[in-house]
């Protein structure tokens, strides 16, 4: 069994086509990005990797606006992958608004990554979005 202060918490940016993947330090202080995975059928098997590996104690799930109608559609999906989430791994999952952290993970990166292709990068700003998610939510434990 792993030590409790050796595990991290998890967050992820749900997209229809990847998710964006944060995780925290072990003592649970900073959120740094981590990776983006596909949205395919090696999801849960590149999850459950990356839960035994990195000592995942507990997921944030980042939670669209339900009540702005270009996500409308992406709120059911979350809602449907966080109960695959409850029936695949035995971990607490805590859902989070995520109004607003792509804006902010965009301007971030527009702010610190030079190269305009890189900037580009869905990749980069699903991944640096779950780590907003995740930065929010340490911060609101941490009293």
């Known amino acids: 069994m792993i030590e409790e ?33 596909r949205n395919d059928e090696k999801l849960f098997h590149n999850l459950k ?5 990195k000592a995942v104690e507990k997921i ?8 702005d109608d270009s996500t ?7 809602l449907e992958f966080k109960s695959e989430l409850e029936k695949q791994f035995n971990l607490e999952i ?4 995520e109004t ?12 610190s990554v030079k190269s305009k292709k890189k900037r580009q990068d869905k990749g980069l700003i699903d ?3 779950a780590a ?3 930065s929010e939510y340490l911060d609101s434990i941490d009293n």
């Open 5 to 37: 202060n050796l595990t991290r918490i998890m967050a992820i940016d749900f997209g229809l086509k990847r998710i964006g993947i944060a995780l925290s330090d072990p003592l649970k202080k900073f959120a740094s990005p981590f990776t983006t995975l």
């Open 49 to 53: 990797k990356i839960i035994q590996e």
């Open 60 to 67: 944030i799930l980042g939670l669209p606006d339900k009540s």
């Open 72 to 78: 409308k559609s992406v709120y059911k999906n979350v």
């Open 94 to 97: 805590i859902m989070w608004n």
């Open 100 to 111: 607003h952290t792509s804006r902010i993970a965009e301007q971030r990166i527009i702010d």
């Open 127 to 129: 991944m640096h979005s």
């Open 132 to 134: 907003i998610i995740l």
